[in-house]
Antibody
Framework: EVQLVESGGGLVKPGGSLRLSCAASGFTFSSYHMNWVRQAPGKGLEWVSF????????SYADSVKGRFSISRDNAKNSLYLQMKNLRAEDTAVYYC???????????WGQGTLVTVSS | DIQMTQSPSTLSASVGDRVTITCRAS??????LAWYQQKPGKAPKLLIYEASNLDSGVPSRFSGSGSGTEFTLTISSLQPDDFATYYC?????????FGQGTKVEIK
């Protein structure tokens, strides 16, 4: 069974930093592209970032470019999101999402809540 | 960046109704479109990929169509379990974009 378990969320002050982790199991992690998607309270889904299987291709939403950095460790079956210079508008549930070869999202974690507030 | 526009934002319908949700892309995305269903407090669930392919285990009352810039999700006979929010998502190049969502409510 595919499992994606996010951790690292919490309360952080504006301007602060946080690192999210996603532990993957039940599939060959190194064979799948991975993404982070977020959802602000009461709002819709927003794609945040993508990394290819070998980390050679990474992309970001304009709203986080220059502040967030995606990475992965295929040996540890783990995905990460380093978030810096956090703003109130970054408050959201962050989902770790597996992407298929055809580039749609077939498995989602349960999400981890990040709250940016003073 | 490619923008996705869904309509309507909210839809009120009754059990048994035929429901159609539209998603428009700001430029052609061929058939690189997926539809997801999300219930409150839960992660989204894939329904349809490549515009018209039903994911495994998804009831056949769901169907998708379209290509280029205009796409539709149809529920042929709305069931109680279908009251939820639906999102389209494009996956062209290395960026991905979601529509703003359509909430299907009980009439």
């Amino acid at each position: 069974e595919v499992q994606l378990v996010e951790s690292g969320g919490g309360l952080v002050k504006p301007g602060g930093s946080l690192r999210l982790s996603c532990a993957a199991s039940g599939f060959t992690f190194s064979s799948y592209h991975m993404n982070w998607v977020r959802q602000a309270p009461g709002k819709g889904l927003e794609w945040v970032s993508f990394t290819s299987t070998g980390s050679n291709i990474k992309s970001y939403a304009d709203s986080v470019k220059g502040r967030f950095s995606i990475s992965r460790d295929n040996a540890k079956n783990s995905l990460y999101l380093q978030m810096k210079n956090l703003r109130a508008e970054d408050t959201a549930v962050y989902y770790c999402v597996r992407e298929t070869d055809a580039a749609y999202f077939d498995n989602w974690g349960q999400g981890t809540l990040v709250t940016v507030s003073s | 960046d490619i923008q996705m526009t869904q309509s309507p934002s909210t839809l009120s319908a009754s059990v048994g109704d035929r429901v159609t949700i539209t998603c428009r892309a700001s430029q052609s995305i061929s058939s690189w479109l997926a539809w997801y269903q999300q219930k409150p407090g839960k992660a989204p669930k894939l329904l349809i990929y490549e515009a018209s392919n039903l994911d495994s285990g998804v009831p056949s009352r769901f169907s998708g169509s379209g290509s280029g810039t205009e796409f539709t999700l149809t529920i042929s006979s709305l069931q109680p379990d279908d009251f939820a929010t639906y999102y389209c998502q494009q996956y062209n190049s290395y960026s991905r974009t979601f529509g703003q969502g359509t909430k299907v409510e009980i009439k």
